[in-house]
């Protein structure tokens, strides 16, 4: 993995990150010696990431969608060290529903958890932020691909889009980076359990440019550029990050 040294010790909020993409992020994070702290409300595997990743990772069970536990977790880290520098928006829940069962409070909740979760940090963290920091969201590129029964999970990363293009006009006054970030399909352990049959994994080697299969630590290594100074011109912008997916 690439070091990026301008990382060491800053300090690196990321959402979701007990499992998945999330955990890959944090251990990412820490291997570049940053101090990262996460939440999820999987406690008992945000507590094993937590003793695997050492001194250099902070596990908090929030949920995002409870406004006094985001605004609580957010001013507790950034009253430890009077900044923050980095902050990941990757926490989601991506259902499978069909739109006629779809319920107001199916659609409630997917956008409590997918999008407003992303202002509410966004809204908090940039209290501790400075010049050079960076917010990196993580949408998704079923926003191009738009797969059936997801009507409600497609429609909050489009929001989560159109947010990352606002704030960081909003932000660039302040020398404040904010990009976002459209994984294709990734092979998280959820992910294999549950969607990736030998069918789906036949249209993901079709439909990518590149066949292979990929993996979390390749979002993240895009996420630590992204986080470092090496991206510094760079902002309000969208990375896909699908092998070629959609690339038109």
């Not at 990352?164 to 976002?180: H, K």
Request: net charge positive; charged share 25%; with cysteine.
């Amino acid at each position: 993995m690439q070091i990026y040294p301008d990382l060491k010790g800053k300090v690196v909020l990321v959402t979701g990150g007990a499992n998945g993409i999330g955990a890959a992020m944090v251990r990412a994070f820490c291997e570049q010696s940053a101090r990262v702290y996460f939440c999820d409300v999987d406690v008992k595997a945000g507590r094993l990431l937590e003793g695997a990743s050492g001194s250099g990772s902070h596990f908090s069970k929030v949920d995002l969608r409870r406004e006094r536990q985001v605004c609580r977790w957010i001013r507790d880290i950034g009253a430890r060290g009077r900044k923050i520098h980095v902050l990941v928006n990757n926490a989601a829940a991506d259902p499978r529903i069909p739109l006629h069962k779809t319920t107001v409070a199916q659609w409630d909740d997917l956008f409590a958890r997918n999008l407003r979760a992303c202002f509410l940090t966004s809204r908090e963290a940039t209290k501790w932020m400075s010049h050079g920091a960076s917010i990196i969201n993580l949408s998704s590129i079923t926003f191009y691909n738009s797969p059936a029964k997801m009507a409600a999970y497609v429609a909050t990363k489009g929001g989560v889009l159109g947010f990352t293009r606002s704030l960081a006009r909003e932000l660039g006054p302040r020398r404040i980076r904010v990009n976002a970030l459209s994984p294709g399909w990734i092979m998280t352990e959820r992910q294999l359990r549950q969607y990736v049959t030998p069918a789906i994994r036949r249209l993901i080697k079709s439909s990518q440019s590149i066949p292979d299969l990929i993996q979390p630590e390749e979002i993240a290594r895009v996420a630590l550029f992204l986080a470092s100074d090496s991206s510094a011109a760079i902002t309000g912008q969208e990375i896909l990050v699908d092998r070629g997916w959609e690339h038109s």
